[in-house]
């Protein structure tokens, strides 16, 4: 016998409401989640009038539902919103690139203009080859980092007053399971607030902060709205799904407990003195960060010097790590140094430290070199000096027999290979004087390559007093996967833009 639907509007039920538990028809349905997301927004005054907003979209069923009510609601209660959707190519075959069609498709249908950034654009790297580099193991740590920047970049160019995400209640459950479960209690507050952000970023808002997951399916499924559902290939098994299945056991005893869950969250209190990270701009990209240099530019600084453990662990590992790998860069770039030198000193006539051109006289002289200084009975250069001390502007021998004593500033001919290297080192030319001196002595270059661990360094020991007032940042956690956090400041959970749908929750110490 059909039961009729609990509002009395006459209709039979044709669900059961996973929330409430309430037998209601389809329409009811519809009205009651969205008039609850209203309520949502209105009362945590997610949006004023005329703002810009982006939707951060994956194509997934999260931000479609997302996208489609915020539509619904901007027209039916007349909030005045100019929404456009967010989207970010994270480069992974076979998965984003079917889901950003999904978005365009979406963008189509909600008339919604819509910006779509690469990782590839942004970083140089798509996940692909990320992952290609790394493994299978961090790989949600680099593509969550670089997704945070990337919604930030995206939100900068369309310049909106706000980030819309599509976190569900369900989501920032497990996160606050996930947290009590790790003893990170500092972070309760953050991960259960529905609007993120401080001063001089884009804040980030969560309109489907009490929505749960299952109404969130079946709304996009009895609306037939066109959604992604198919699982990132690099996902994970992460820690997180611990949380999940325990949260999904509980709500099949209670319902309720999903909400329970984040008003526990929102209601246990950080003690005073626990320190929280302060938001400031990175010093390399000017971007939002909790660190001298941001997390993204750590990892992308890893990537590119072929040291992609780089950022992944405590801020003491990057630096030995960094150390290493400019001692070796030291010891290559002095090898070929010495490899040029030597070049030089068999073929070249070499006076003063300089290599004479084929007019010098001397050049004939090859035979008569001794360990770089020319026999004095040859009648050839009276070079009295070593060949890798020279600074000086000239390529003259200086010998009376020189005949290109007066083309002082002409180039010798081994610095096109000196300047070749001195590019591949990423070592500005005009410095390569300083540069070569094969002495032992650092030079000036040489230490601007230092820069980022001397970034590293300073940001360490600027952290050092915060780990001291806060243990739970002195403990280096495994990096859990589906993570989207910055260097020890614990940002907002990240839900990952892919049509996992889950929250990132990176927990790493740097
Ligand atoms: Fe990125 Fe999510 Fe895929 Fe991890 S699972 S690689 S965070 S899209």
């Known amino acids: 016998m059909p039961v009729l639907c609990t509002t009395g509007c006459g209709k039979n039920a044709s669900l059961k409401r996973p929330k ?9 349905f519809f009205w009651a989640f969205e008039t609850e997301i209203h309520f949502t927004i209105t009362r945590g005054e997610l949006f004023n009038r005329g703002d810009s907003v982006a939707v951060a979209a994956s194509g997934g069923k999260d931000s479609t539902v997302l996208a489609h009510v915020l539509k619904t609601l901007n027209e039916r209660y007349d909030y005045g919103l100019n929404l456009m959707l967010l989207s970010i190519d994270e480069g992974i075959t076979g998965y984003r690139d079917d889901s950003l069609e999904t978005v ?20 140089g790297w798509t996940m692909d080859e990320i992952v290609a580099q790394i493994g299978r193991k961090n790989n949600c740590t680099f593509c969550g980092v670089f997704r945070r920047q990337a919604l930030d970049r995206g939100a900068a160019l369309l310049n909106v007053k706000c980030i819309a995400t599509g976190h569900n209640a369900d989501d920032i459950a497990e996160t606050v399971l996930m947290n009590v479960l790790r003893g990170d209690i500092a972070r309760l507050k953050r991960c259960t607030a529905i609007s993120t952000g401080s001063e001089g970023t884009i804040p980030r808002v969560k309109p489907l902060k009490y929505t749960y997951e299952k109404e969130i399916v079946m709304y996009a499924h009895y609306k037939k709205l066109v ?17 999940r299945a325990l949260l999904k056991d509980m709500e099949r005893v209670r319902p309720t407990c999903i909400m329970d869950i984040i008003y526990s969250g929102e209601t246990m209190s950080v003690k005073e003195q626990v320190s929280l990270p302060t938001q400031r701009v990175c010093s390399r990209c000017k971007f939002v960060s909790s660190q001298e240099v941001c997390k993204a530019c750590v990892l992308l600084e890893g990537l590119n010097k072929g040291l992609p ?15 290493d790998y400019n001692a070796k860069q030291n010891e290559k770039l002095e090898e070929a140094i010495n490899e040029i030198n030597n070049e030089s000193k068999k073929n070249n006539c070499i006076s003063k430290g300089k290599v004479c051109r084929s007019t010098c006289k001397s050049k004939n002289a090859q035979s008569n ?16 000096r070593d060949a890798n001390i020279s600074n000086e502007k000239t390529n003259c021998c200086g010998d009376k027999i020189c005949n290109r ?21 990423g070592i500005p030319e005009n410095n390569s004087v300083e540069t070569i001196i094969p002495n032992g002595e650092e030079s000036k270059n040489l230490i601007s390559a230092n820069n980022l661990s001397n970034d ?9 007093e915060k780990e001291i007032s806060n243990p739970v940042n002195n403990e280096e956690f495994e990096v859990d996967l589906h993570t989207n956090d910055d260097i020890v400041l614990k940002e907002e959970d990240e ?3 892919g049509a996992c749908g889950k929250i990132d929750s990176l927990h790493i110490g740097f």
């Open 495 to 497: 839900t990952c833009a």
């Open 309 to 323: 453990k780089l950022g992944i662990g405590k801020s003491s590992k990057a630096k030995r790590m960094l150390d």
């Open 104 to 123: 365009m498709q979406n963008s189509a249908d909600y008339v919604m203009p819509l910006k779509i950034l690469s990782y590839k654009d942004l970083y």
């Open 369 to 384: 070199l001794i360990d770089g200084k020319t026999d004095e009975n040859t009648n050839t250069c009276n070079n009295e």
């Open 456 to 464: 590293i360094n300073s940001t360490r020991e600027k952290e050092s």
């Open 227 to 243: 959604y992604f559902s198919t699982e990132c290939v690099f996902a994970p098994n992460a820690y997180r799904g611990h949380a």
């Open 405 to 425: 004593k007066d083309k002082a500033n002409e180039t010798s001919e081994p610095n096109s290979k000196a300047a070749k290297l001195l590019a591949e080192y």
């Open 20 to 28: 409430t538990g309430d037998a209601l028809c389809k329409e009811c």
